[in-house]
């Protein structure tokens, strides 16, 4: 059984800076890929960005880019999502999700397994 479990989300002013964390639960973490999602009030869920087992970081199109870095220790089963100068539309519940197929890392239906999600919110 894989389990995912984020942390490190927290109440943040605009501005600042959060890094989450996603531990993943599996000998065979390092041929994952690891996407990291949002989901605010009434909204859909959001494609943030996403590690490949070749090392490969992708973004999400959306306003994030370019503010938030995802990284990857094999060694620890870890993936990190450091998020800086951050805004109120950043608040939502951040979630990570895992499955084997090295594809469309952005749709959410395809990742077998998820974190119960970490709760981030930026005050103005």
């Known amino acids: 059984q894989v389990q995912l479990v984020e942390s490190g989300g927290d109440l943040v002013q605009a501005g600042g800076s959060l890094r989450l964390s996603c531990a993943v639960s599996s000998r065979t973490f390092s041929s994952y890929v690891v996407g990291w999602f949002r989901q605010a009030p009434e909204k859909e869920r959001e494609f943030v960005g996403a590690s490949f087992r070749s090392g490969t970081i992708t973004y999400g199109a959306g306003a994030v880019k370019g503010r938030f870095t995802i990284s990857r220790d094999n060694a620890k089963n870890t993936v990190y999502l450091q998020m800086d100068d951050l805004k109120p539309e950043d608040t939502a519940v951040y979630y990570c999700?895992?499955?084997?197929?090295?594809?469309?890392?952005?749709?959410?239906?395809?990742?077998?397994?998820w974190g119960q999600g970490t709760q981030v919110t930026v005050s103005s």
């Open positions: 999700a895992a499955k084997t197929a090295q594809y469309d890392a952005a749709v959410p239906s395809g990742y077998l397994y």
